[in-house]
């Protein structure tokens, strides 16, 4: 039993370990964006000028950090509906780490990941199209 509680300990030090990664970066990101106006440019709208999913990502979240719901959703809607159910899948993904005693892959996370990727590709695709320019990343 006590080789389990350290196991258990490990695991919660690895998952707050990973998070406290991703907060400090993007918080560093948010600030340079804020502060200095710097911000990671897309390569494939710089290159081809098409729009990849993942086009207005950063502005979105600065939308989100000044509490503006509409104009985060206005940069991109599809990371703006999806992120808070991803985010809450992988918290229910961490806790089944955290307290299973094996360690095991959950296939329903695995299809759930699978299925995000699947539709953030095809989002990325439609919004390049006039019929879909509503998906296209407000400025």
């Not at 006590?2 to 030090?13: L, Q």
């Not at 690895?14 to 560093?28: D, K, Q, W």
């Amino acid at each position: 039993m006590e080789e389990y509680t350290k196991i258990k300990n490990r695991r919660i030090k690895r998952v707050l370990l990973i998070a406290a990664i991703i907060l400090l970066a993007g918080g560093l990101y948010a600030l340079l964006v804020t502060l200095a106006g710097i911000s990671i440019p897309c390569v494939y709208h710089s290159l081809f000028g098409i729009w990849c999913p993942g086009c207005g990502s950063s502005r979105m979240f600065i939308s989100l950090l000044q509490l503006d719901f509409r104009g985060a959703f206005l940069k991109n809607p599809f990371l703006f509906v999806v992120l808070p159910i991803f985010l809450a899948a992988t918290l229910i993904r961490a806790y089944q780490y955290i307290t299973q005693k094996e360690k095991k892959q959950t296939r329903w996370y695995i299809v759930f990941v699978l299925v995000c990727l699947f539709a953030f590709a095809i989002f990325g695709v439609l919004r390049n199209f006039d019929a879909f320019s509503f998906l296209a990343p407000s400025y």
